[in-house]
């Protein structure tokens, strides 16, 4: 991710493009990830890496917002899984079955 797109996230939660120069909102980081568009969050304080719980909150959005795709059993199935000996597996898994599902998808859109 070299070539990723920085996006920096201030104390006041507001998000900065770096690239364009201006604010954006967690709408437009959205679809940045729609278009694919490699991108980098790092808060501006600290200065760390926070891509990971920044796209977890799009989710979490998504899921109040609209038709869940995590039932309340899925999510409970999944806390239980973290920390033991079957997470690296389930996330192997998980993102195995997404990429299926991904290149499916782009097949039948074309």
């Known amino acids: 991710m070299n070539d990723a797109r920085i996006i920096k996230k201030y ?3 507001r998000l900065y493009d770096t690239t364009i120069s201006s604010y954006i909102t967690l709408e437009d980081v959205k679809n940045l990830v729609i278009k694919r568009v490699p991108l980098k969050v790092i808060d501006a304080r600290s200065k760390n890496d926070i891509t990971h719980s920044t796209l977890l909150q799009i989710i979490i959005e998504q899921e109040e917002n609209g038709p869940p795709i995590f039932t309340i059993d899925s999510l409970q199935q999944m806390i ?5 000996s079957m997470q690296q597996s389930l996330r192997a898994m998980f993102e ?4 299926i599902f991904s290149q499916q998808l782009a097949e039948n859109l074309d």
């Open 11 to 13: 104390p006041n939660r």
């Open 80 to 84: 239980c899984l973290y920390g033991g």
């Open 96 to 99: 195995q079955n997404m990429n």
